[in-house]
């Protein structure tokens, strides 16, 4: 048995060195600048240790602005799109024409360059002085007024940013959400009819119960990758994210970096571990209640 584990430990040697390299080493090291005040890349030289960084970022507008933006991406679109797939792939399921055209055609959307995808959303919504837009055309049309979604209003940029997350995620959700609903065995669908059960009666004590695993396994990836939001949100709004009122988490500790008032890692670092602890924390959470809710 002892021979056995050193050759398991022996195998997983290379992927294991490879997580401390890439991964756990650059954790421990922005963890350690997070606390540096003043760390100067080039000199490698540092004026103190403390919480100042810390205290400097969560008094700062600009990352409060961010985290508000992050925290609102992530309450609408996580739910919005899982139930959108749940939908969508119950459609699916129960149609047998045409079905692997429609889940080609839904699927298209995540083989797509998202900047490529965000610069299609930005020329439909953006509001010139050429041109409304595709979809203020359509708002006009019904008797409302134009809005520009894109140098306008904070809720319109925030209704454009959610609508292409939604937009870009939902793919990957509906090619889950077809296979789990695929893999629940017939017999409990066979049982139910002679049953006489309802349709909805059948859906929520058979079929949602038995996706349920891959449904909190949406719900948590869903959670990590909105609050890692960046391209998407250059891709509509520009680089200036700032100036604009749309930066989220992960753009403030690029702008940190490498933008024009950047050079400030420990400030980065700071907020870097900011988001680490926040996602950490609402993945646990997500665990928790998936032990209670999760069908085994």
């Given amino acids: 048995m002892k021979k056995r584990n050193w050759k398991a430990w022996l195998y997983l ?21 997070s606390f540096e005040e003043g760390y100067n890349f080039a000199s490698q030289t540092y004026s103190g240790t403390g919480l100042y960084n810390y205290s400097y970022v969560l008094h700062d507008t600009y990352f409060l ?7 609102l991406l ?16 119950l459609g699916l399921s129960s149609i047998k024409p045409l079905r692997e055209l429609y889940q080609t055609i839904y699927f298209l959307p995540y083989v797509t360059n998202t900047l490529a995808v965000g610069l ?10 050429y041109t409304d837009g595709l979809v203020n055309l359509l708002i006009c049309s019904l008797g409302g007024s134009a809005v520009d979604f894109i140098d306008g209003p904070y809720w319109a940029k925030m209704f454009v940013l959610c609508f292409y997350t939604v937009w870009v995620v939902l793919p990957f959700k509906i090619l889950i959400l077809t296979s789990a609903l695929a893999s629940v065995n017939p017999d409990y669908y066979k049982a139910a009819r002679v049953d006489g059960t309802s349709r909805r009666r059948t859906f929520f004590r058979i079929t949602l119960p038995m996706i349920s695993p891959m449904i909190f396994y949406l719900v948590i990836t869903g959670f990590i990758g909105a609050f890692k ?8 709004f ?13 753009g403030y500790v690029y ?14 670092s700071a907020a870097a571990i900011l988001l680490f602890a926040i ?17 085994s």
């Fill in 229 to 236: 939001a960046y391209s998407d949100v250059v891709a509509l």
């Fill in 13 to 33: 040697l290379p992927s294991l060195l490879f997580l401390g390299a890439f991964l756990v080493y650059p954790l421990i090291d922005v963890f350690v600048y």
């Fill in 279 to 295: 996602v950490l924390t609402i993945t646990c959470i997500n665990l928790l209640v998936s032990r209670k809710k999760v069908h």
């Fill in 238 to 250: 520009g680089t200036d994210l700032n100036t604009a009122g749309m930066n989220t988490i992960v």
């Fill in 120 to 129: 299609v959303f930005m020329i439909l919504f953006q509001k010139t002085e």
């Fill in 74 to 89: 992530v309450m609408i679109t996580v739910p919005v799109s899982t139930g959108l797939a749940l939908l969508i792939s």
């Fill in 65 to 71: 602005q961010a985290v508000k933006n992050t925290f």
């Fill in 255 to 268: 702008d940190m970096l490498y933008g024009d008032g950047g050079g400030y890692p420990s400030y980065a």
